[in-house]
């Protein structure tokens, strides 16, 4: 499709030059039967005349047919890029995502995949010009060479400065990524399902417009400052151009009154050289925005310049099955990047198979990026991971999270249907209805399959028609099934149940105590309810482990853990 693309647009090129000099022809002859007194036959004329009918035909096919390629090419081009981005973007870190520098260089990457779909359009456009002014500049320096050099010298100042301005609007943009992204994030919170009942209630609408017109203002100011002079310069070299257009226009006119060229000859320069000057002010324009374009495409390259930091080993081990020693944590300490607080560290325990350990601290003791650094979705930045005796990093990646069944607390709400939801815990089982099934029996999401209209095929949520909305609790049932869609060994939960009432808590977790006999488990909770059934408990507290044992072993030692055991104990009184 490209070459044939190129191919039409290189036909087409020539056929401007093609119907002036028929033109020309056609003005010759007439005035030839003129002077004649129609004394010569007419057959010339028509001929001619019915030759330029079939190139203007011929010519707005042509343009039909490369309208239509740069579409479908623009389509894929779309389609590609996205797809390229997001596949790039499954090989980086989770870390990496935190980064607001790293989301400023995605949000442009993006933008690249729909704002420049057009940009191989307008290339190709501005090579087909460039052919086409060679073609009309060949005939106008058989002419007079002279003309094509005042042509360029009158044009090429406007080429210059919108370069300038172009480096100017981009240089800007890019200063501008993160509070644009801000104003994104502003119009979604002023107008969203997902706000809207916390905008009313708490009447936020007045700061959050407050706040988006005080940013789209700057954004105003600081662009019209760039647009004012742009225009300034731009209609001086304008009336640049147009003077030396004229002037050219004038030399042809004085040479024709003089007898040196005929009428059809100043057909055919005047014709070329507005042609020229036409299409030079189209490539001026689309100049702006291929520069643009191309400038733009450096956020979309460096995108993809950034590398993740965990790799999958060269000759990796083939994951344990069944696991014989556990997971051993050897001083292991992380900081997020560009963070000078670790968020854990000394962490020195072990994760023996077929034991529950609960993780118990207040918020931001680090628990839950404990079980991030556990399942490989960060690596330490100090001290090592063991897993029957190997570093975790020896280890396929894609084996060791096929064999962690874990649930975060900000698990996502999927606008899917209700297997897909389940399936997600395990994808290549997608079609297994007897096992989505089966999880949503153990997670008892499966009754509330049966209460809705569509069962398992039924859409969950309220962005597509016909689309169902559940309750947290609910949603939360959905979410514990994925973790039973794979057969793991090691089963995390983290705050698996805080949406549940309690009748369901307590069933989830006799459920839960079956399903990981012989397994590993880590769980996360603030209830003491469900933490007493853990075999250890881990107390964290500012990262590092405080306290560790069972329940009946921290309470009576009186610590951090019996603490905040009475705490709550004294909330039921």
């Known amino acids: 499709m490209m070459l044939a693309n190129i191919l039409l647009r290189f036909i087409k090129s020539a056929l401007p030059l093609l119907i002036l000099y028929v033109g020309k022809l056609i003005i010759d002859q007439v005035m030839l039967l003129n002077n004649a007194h129609n004394t010569l036959p007419h057959t010339r004329v028509w001929e001619l005349l019915g030759l330029e009918f079939g190139l203007v035909i011929l010519s707005d096919m042509l343009s039909r047919g490369i309208t239509l390629m740069d579409s479908l090419l623009g389509d894929l081009f779309a389609n590609h890029t996205s797809v390229k981005i997001m596949n790039h973007a499954a090989t980086l870190d989770l870390d990496q995502f935190e980064d607001a520098v790293f989301y400023d260089k995605l949000e442009r990457a993006r933008q690249q995949t729909v704002g420049r779909t057009v940009l191989l359009s307008q290339v190709l456009s501005q090579l087909q010009d460039l052919i086409t002014m060679g073609f009309l500049a060949a005939g106008l320096m058989a002419f007079n060479p002279w003309l094509i050099l005042l042509l360029l010298v009158t044009i090429l100042p406007a080429f210059l400065g919108e370069s300038y301005f172009n480096d100017q609007t981009y240089a800007l ?61 731009g209609t001086f070299f304008a009336l640049l151009g147009s003077a030396g257009y004229y002037g050219a226009y004038v030399f042809i006119i004085a040479r024709t009154i003089a007898g040196n060229i005929t009428i059809g000859e100043l057909t055919f320069l005047a014709g070329s050289f507005r042609q020229l000057r036409t299409l030079l002010e189209a490539i001026l324009t689309r100049f702006t925005a291929v520069s643009q374009g191309a400038v733009y495409l450096r956020d979309f390259f ?272």
């Open 302 to 573: 460096e995108f993809f310049e950034i590398k993740p930091r965990i790799h999958p080993p060269a000759k990796p081990l083939p994951f344990p099955n069944p696991v014989m020693q556990g997971f051993v944590f050897e001083d292991v300490g992380f900081k997020y990047i560009h963070s000078d607080r670790w968020a854990n560290r000394h962490l020195n325990f072990t994760l023996f198979p077929g034991e529950k350990l609960a993780l118990v601290g207040e918020n931001g003791a680090g628990k839950t990026t404990l079980v991030k650094l556990l399942s490989r979705l960060y690596d330490p930045t100090e001290g090592r991971i063991l897993l029957d005796g190997h570093d975790l990093k020896e280890y396929d990646l894609t084996e060791l999270r096929l064999n962690t069944g874990i649930i975060f607390q900000d698990y996502l709400r999927y606008q899917m249907t209700f297997s897909q939801n389940i399936a997600a815990g395990n994808i290549a089982e997608k079609d297994n209805i007897e096992l989505i099934q089966a999880a949503a029996k153990q997670s008892l999401a499966d009754e509330l399959a049966q209460r809705l209209p569509g069962g398992y095929g039924q859409m969950l949520g309220k962005r597509f028609f016909d689309g169902a909305e559940l309750s947290g609790g609910e949603w939360q049932k959905v979410a514990i099934a994925r973790a039973y869609m794979r057969d793991a060994q090691l089963l995390i939960l983290d705050e698996p149940t805080s949406a549940l009432d309690a009748r369901a808590e307590y069933e989830v977790f006799q459920r839960f105590a079956e399903l990981t006999k012989g397994r590993m488990a880590v769980l996360i909770s603030h209830r003491f309810s469900t933490v007493r059934m853990a075999d250890r408990i881990l107390v964290l507290q500012n990262g590092e482990i405080a306290e560790t044992g069972s329940h009946e072993v921290l309470l009576a030692k009186g610590g951090r853990y019996a603490e905040l055991f009475n705490l709550q104990a004294a909330g039921y009184k």
């Open 173 to 233: 943009s890019r200063s501008q990524t993160p509070e644009r992204r801000e104003l994104d994030y502003l119009r979604y919170l002023g107008a969203s399902d997902e706000t809207a009942k916390e905008i009313k209630m708490f009447d936020l609408s007045a700061f959050i417009i407050a706040r988006f017109k005080t940013l789209s203002d700057m954004f105003y100011r600081d662009n019209r400052r760039i647009v004012i002079k742009r225009a300034g310069w």
